[in-house]
C-alpha cells in the first residue's frame, strides 16, 4: 500500500467500523526521549464505495472545519456509510493547539510544504504522511480552510480541478452541492506547496473552499459548513442523508490572480470602506491606512486593481507593507457544467 513513513498509526485502514485514533509522527527532545506528536485521525468504513479524505487544521487559525470534522466523527454510525471516511481534524495539531496559522513546534505552514519530506521538520513529516499514506488510498479529498486570524472571508466552496473535461465537471457538481452562495474552480496544478495542489497532481477529486474566519468560531458559518460538508457526503454516495439546497444558486466567481489581492503599500492601521460582498469597481479606493503615531501625515488611500465582489478583508488593524488587505473575485466566464 503506502510509501515508507517515519510516522506510524495503529489504526486499521482496512478494518469496518470506526477506529477514532492517530498518526504519530517523531518528536524526539529533551522532555521526551521516544516522543510523538500525535495527529488525530478517524476512519469510518462501512461496505463498499470510494474513500474519502476530509481535513481541517491545516491552518491551525481556522475553526469551522475543527468544528465540524470533530462532530463528524462523534456523531456519524458506520451504517450510514458506502466506503470509507478518513478524517483528521486538526492536520498542523502543533498549531492547531496554539490557535496559530503556522506550527508552535518549528514554526512550519504546513500547507505550503506538501508533499512534505520524510526525513523533514515536524510540519513536513505530517505533509508526508498525509501525502504519502492518506492520499495515495484516497479518491477524493477535501481541506476546510477559512481567513484565518489575519481575514475574514464571505464563505465559498472550491473545486480544484487540473483543467477542463470530465474529471472537472464532476468536481464542480460536487463543489455546488455544497450550497454555498459563491463557488471558486481553481484551474491548474503549481508547484504551491498546498495539499490541495498535491492532491489533483496525484488525480484525487479536490474540493475546499474558505469557510469563515476572523480567527472566531461564527455559528452562522459552521452552519453553512455542516450542511455543506453533509451535501457533498451525500452527493458522493459516501453518507446516506438528503441534499439540502442552499437559499439561492451557488455563484461561480474567479480569484487567485495577483490583481485579485489588494495588498498594504504602507505600514499603519486599515481602514476598509467596502464591505464583503460588496461590488467594487476597478481602480475604486477601497480604505485607508492611518499612522496615528505620526499623526499630521494623511492617511494613505488603499486602490483595487480590479474590480468584482469583495470576497475577503483583513480582520486586523495593524498592517505592514505587503500584508492582504483584501481579496476581490469576478464571474467566471468559464462554462464548468
Ligand atoms: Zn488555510
Request: aromatic residues 6%; glycine residues 12%; charged residues 15%.
Amino acid at each position: 500500500m503506502a510509501a515508507w513513513t517515519r510516522s506510524w498509526s495503529r489504526v486499521d485502514f482496512d478494518k469496518p467500523g470506526k477506529q477514532v485514533g492517530a498518526f504519530n509522527v517523531g518528536h524526539s527532545v529533551h522532555r521526551s526521549a521516544y516522543g510523538v506528536v500525535p495527529v488525530p485521525m478517524t476512519v469510518i468504513k462501512n461496505g463498499s464505495g470510494p474513500t474519502v479524505l476530509l481535513m481541517a487544521g491545516n491552518h491551525g487559525d481556522e475553526y469551522e472545519g475543527q468544528v465540524v470534522l470533530a462532530r463528524l466523527i462523534r456523531t456519524l454510525e458506520p451504517a450510514r456509510v458506502q466506503g470509507r471516511l478518513i478524517v483528521v481534524p486538526c492536520a498542523n495539531t502543533p498549531a492547531a493547539r496554539a490557535g496559530t496559522r503556522t506550527s508552535a513546534i518549528d514554526g512550519g505552514n504546513l500547507n505550503r510544504v506538501f508533499p512534505g519530506r520524510i526525513d523533514g521538520t515536524l510540519t513536513e513529516q505530517i505533509a508526508h504522511y498525509i501525502a504519502e499514506v492518506l492520499m495515495e488510498q484516497s479518491d477524493v479529498f477535501v481541506d476546510l480552510h477559512s481567513g484565518g486570524s489575519s481575514l475574514e472571508y464571505m464563505p465559498y466552496a472550491m473545486a480544484h480541478v487540473a483543467g477542463p473535461g470530465p474529471e472537472a465537471r464532476a468536481t464542480v457538481a460536487a463543489m455546488m452541492a455544497m450550497a454555498y452562495p459563491h463557488g471558486i474552480v481553481s484551474s491548474g496544478v503549481t508547484q504551491s506547496g498546498t495539499a490541495g495542489d498535491t492532491a489533483v497532481a496525484r488525480g484525487l477529486m479536490t474540493l475546499g473552499g474558505e469557510f469563515g474566519g476572523r480567527g472566531v468560531v461564527e455559528p452562522a458559518h459552521v452552519r453553512l459548513l455542516q450542511r455543506g460538508v453533509d451535501n457533498l457526503l451525500a452527493h458522493l454516495g459516501v453518507v446516506e442523508g438528503p441534499i439540502v439546497p442552499g437559499d439561492v444558486p451557488t455563484r461561480v466567481v474567479l480569484s487567485g490572480t495577483t490583481d485579485s489581492f489588494v495588498f498594504a503599500d504602507t505600514a499603519g492601521l486599515f481602514e476598509p470602506t467596502c464591505g464583503l460582498g460588496e461590488p467594487i469597481a476597478t481602480g475604486s479606493m477601497v480604505g485607508w491606512i492611518h499612522v496615528p503615531e505620526d499623526p499630521l501625515r494623511p492617511p494613505v488611500a488603499q486602490h483595487a486593481a480590479m474590480g468584482g465582489t469583495v470576497m475577503a478583508r483583513r480582520a486586523m488593524g495593524r498592517c505592514e507593507p505587503g500584508d492582504c488587505l483584501l481579496e476581490i473575485a469576478r464571474d467566471d466566464a468559464t462554462d464548468w457544467t
